[in-house]
């Protein structure tokens, strides 16, 4: 009974102060373990915390793929927009 009170103080508390971008994976992470850990053998607590974890590894993850995504299309376009003068005849 007193882990489901403290969690229940303790997550809207940790929800506010963190910060928007850093809590990207985090909240769906900690749904998602807080639900499986408690179906396990009632550790809902620590299912939620390893799932934001988790949830903000792959979260980071994804982004960073975005961003090398955009920066090779970017590079492509910029090799479009200027082709090599360097042609030998």
């Known amino acids: ?16 102060t963190s910060v928007s971008a850093n ?13 499986a850990g408690h179906y396990a053998h009632h ?13 903000r590894h792959l979260a980071k993850k994804h982004q960073q793929e975005l961003q090398q995504q955009e920066q090779e299309q970017h590079d492509h376009e910029q ?4 082709p090599s003068t360097d042609q030998s005849h």
């Open 23 to 35: 809590a990207k994976g985090c909240i769906k992470g900690a749904i998602v373990g807080g639900i």
């Open 43 to 55: 550790h809902g607590l620590i299912g939620a915390a390893t799932g934001c974890l988790v949830g």
């Open 1 to 16: 009974m007193k882990a489901i009170f403290l969690s229940v103080l303790l997550v809207p508390a940790l929800a506010l």
């Open 79 to 82: 090799q479009d927009q200027n």
